[in-house]
């Protein structure tokens, strides 16, 4: 099996552990949940690599800094939802905490990912 280059990504590769762990821990909700708040946070969950898988492939820093920023606002909207669940009774506070923790280092590396394309764009201008 051939490795794609976007699977040798460090936040690809958390985010999608990330997202595992969200399809496995939402197996536990009510099934009343099943269209709404399960489907909600598998989305933004899948919705993290899928951004960046794409994101990695564009042939410009402004559109790679593009998807990378529409996956940090999947992240987020994960965050809340995964506070909701939290709040709902459907993750203990440890798994919150857990969860929360993975968040805020795929938020990070996100953040120093979209870093990245903005000054590789900006010393590509400048010469």
Known sequence: MNIRPYQK???????????LWIYSATKTFPSNERFRLIDQM????????ANLAEGSIKPSM????RFYSI?????EELHYYCLLARDLGYF????FSKTDDHIQRISYL???????????????TNK
């Open 42 to 49: 598998c989305r933004a969950a899948s919705s993290v690599p």
């Open 92 to 95: 203990t506070n440890e798994q």
């Open 71 to 75: 996956a940090h606002t999947s992240l």
């Open 110 to 124: 996100l953040h120093r990912l979209r870093s990245a394309c903005f000054t590789s764009s900006t010393s590509h």
């Open 62 to 65: 402004k559109e790679r800094a």
């Open 9 to 19: 990504m460090i936040t690809w590769q958390e985010s999608h552990k990330l997202c």
